[in-house]
């Protein structure tokens, strides 16, 4: 008797991957800015955020077209950020620093989403995957901070008055408030290989050629007209950042369309060149001379793959 004939499934034409994840982070701030008056430092003065802890939820997805092998990933996150401390110096020429304060970071807000588009190879026998891509990534945070104590420096303390050590203002009245936006170009190549049944490792790694910041500065004790005016009242831009991203997870499959997965991120993005204004007019326009941000940590994921 002859046996029957089977048709052969077709492949789908697309493999999706959506899951979502939780990333515990760190992260820090580097302003500074150059008034260009002759007798003051250069930078004139520096504000330092650092140990911003964030947590954050974020659903992601990967679409790819197999005939093409063109594939579209992105993701979109949010979370709170909080703890850390802001130290804000400001200096004369000789980088004699005249002020030295530090204040404690209350938190607030974190806010991203990227979305990639590229060609991949793949050679499902080996078990592994290449591709590259280019994308658009948006990064904005929110950070508070309150307080202010003084801090030793070159002319002991005579700007303020008093000896290092001192509480100026208390831990329950808001003094910063700082909003830094990132729209960054992304380059980049990404891969995964399977190196065991049922286990995976992937991750990307995108060169950032060009990016614009922008970051609203909220000096909350000078908001008088004679001083600098509502907030935001200081306002830095450039369209001249660069930087570098990275994420590597290590996956195992629970099922055939289920995954569970552990992994890191990293995202550096720099500018040393750009404009700084100063309310209530925002007329006279200085040099920014170094805006650097940095986020990374920690990701648990779960995803189904279809």
Known sequence: MRPAYVVPVAPAPFKIDVGARYWYSTGKVDFGFRNGVPGYGDPTSTLDWRGMNGHAGEAFARIAHQPTRIF????????????????????????WKFSDTTSTVTGDSLRYGIVDAGWSFEVPKAGWRVGGFVGYHYWNEMLGASGLVTNPDDFGGAYWGVPAGTRLVSDATAVFVYEPTWHA???????????????????????????????KDSHLLRQGMNDLG??????????????????????????????????????GLNADTGTVTFGPSFAQTYDLTRFEQQRYGLLLEAKGRF
């Open 185 to 215: 170009l992304r380059l980049g190549v990404d891969g995964r290989w399977e190196f065991l049944p049922g286990w995976s490792v992937s991750g990307e790694v995108a060169w950032v050629p060009v990016a614009h910041v922008e970051n």
């Open 72 to 95: 579209v990933k992105g993701l979109i996150g949010a979370g709170t950020l909080d703890g850390g401390t802001i130290v804000d110096r400001d200096f004369f020429a000789g980088q």
């Open 230 to 267: 509502p907030a935001p009242n200081v306002i830095s831009r450039s369209s001249r950042g660069w930087g570098v991203e990275a994420e590597l997870f290590v996956h195992y499959a629970v099922t055939p369309h289920l995954a569970i997965g552990a992994g890191g991120r990293y995202w």
